[in-house]
């Protein structure tokens, strides 16, 4: 398994050809996403095979958008299927890994203790302090393709996805879930409630 190879190359291919607009599903959102799979592999005693499997599907797991935002998990999944085996990764974790890929769509339902990590991995801003920042830019990203329009409208979605919400990980729990839980609060109090 070239993890380093696999790195550099789905890193590469992401800069390159993501499209402009994709303000929140961006290269940043990738090194994000891989960075919190460390931190919570690291208070989950995740290491060795698994977590190269991790950091894998931490890299590709929004490679989809390449194609177009509809399905794109399936089209992450077909990516990682495409290329992972010129860098030696066998058919079985080429399997697990697009296992964890797929366990973040919303809702997520993580089937394994590496789904789990992965799952709060991706969600892992809803508690951090730059909540605010970062949901501003999915609502940029939301706007452009005219899910959304008014803050009121983004405010209510928000309300919506932070109550149906949860980490899985105890590390993620501990870390994550009092401030996440602060943000809900806050964006209520926006809409007057």
């Known amino acids: 398994m070239q993890f380093g190879e696999a790195k550099k190359f789905i890193l590469g ?3 390159k050809e993501l499209p402009q607009h994709l303000s929140y599903h961006s290269v940043e959102h990738v090194k994000d996403v891989f960075d919190s799979c460390k931190f ?8 060795g095979e698994d977590l190269k499997l991790l950091l894998t599907a931490a890299l590709f797991h929004d490679s989809g958008f390449l194609k177009g ?31 964890m890929i797929m366990a973040t769509k919303v809702p997520q339902q993580p089937q394994t203790h590496l789904e789990e990590i992965i799952c709060d991995a991706d969600l892992d801003y809803l508690g951090r302090e730059d909540f605010f920042i970062i ?26 996805f932070l109550e149906a919400h949860h ?10 879930k009092k401030k996440k839980d602060k943000h809900l609060k806050l964006v209520k109090s926006k809409l007057g409630h």
């Not at 939301?142 to 959304?148: A, E, M, R």
């Not at 980490?167 to 994550?176: H, S």
Request: aromatic share 8%; with cysteine; glycine share 8%.
């Open 13 to 15: 291919k992401l800069k």
């Open 40 to 47: 919570i592999a690291a208070g989950e005693g995740v290491k």
């Open 69 to 99: 935002p509809k399905e794109h998990e399936k089209k992450s999944c077909q990516i990682a299927r495409k290329h992972l085996p010129d860098y030696g990764y066998t058919a079985e974790q080429v399997k697990k890994i697009c296992g």
């Open 135 to 160: 949901g501003d830019k999915l609502f940029a990203e939301l706007s452009v393709y005219g899910i959304l329009s008014t803050e009121d409208e983004w405010n209510k979605l928000q309300v919506r």
């Open 167 to 176: 980490y899985f990980t105890p590390t993620a729990i501990k870390l994550r």
